[in-house]
């Protein structure tokens, strides 16, 4: 199983951007998906999340900035951010909670990062 990431880059503040991540290989399901983003000198943080039924969530700091929305056929989640701030410079990593085979458990995979640059 192998998670995809790409769409970042540098933008302006106040710019906008779309993340997009594809799994991919031998799965039977996929549960939750989602994005975390790292900026340098700190600890990884969940920027939003969206589950098998479409349910998201959000953390406070993207909300109504952030829409995450997923394509169960394609197996893929996508991260639109607008109104970009400085303080969202980070690398972004997508996740996904993946079932292999019947019966047993899911486990988290996890994309290889995009950077993300806002700056004027």
């Known amino acids: 199983v192998q998670l995809q990431a790409s769409g970042g880059g540098l933008v302006q503040p106040g710019g906008s951007l779309r993340l997009s991540c594809a799994a991919s290989?031998?799965?039977?399901?996929?549960?939750?998906m989602g994005w975390y983003r790292q900026a340098p000198g700190k600890q990884r943080e969940l920027v939003a999340t969206?589950?098998?039924?479409?349910?998201?969530t959000y953390a406070g700091s993207v909300l109504g900035r952030n829409f995450i929305a997923r394509d169960s056929a394609k197996n893929t989640v996508d991260l639109q951010m607008n109104s970009l701030l400085p303080e969202d410079t980070a690398v972004y990593f997508c996740?996904?909670?993946?079932?292999?085979?019947?019966?047993?458990?899911?486990?988290?995979?996890w994309g290889q990062g995009t950077l993300v640059t806002v700056s004027s």
């Open positions: 969206i589950n098998s039924d479409g349910v998201t």
């Open positions: 996740y996904a909670d993946i079932r292999r085979y019947w019966g047993r458990d899911a486990r988290l995979y």
């Open positions: 290989g031998s799965f039977v399901s996929i549960n939750d």
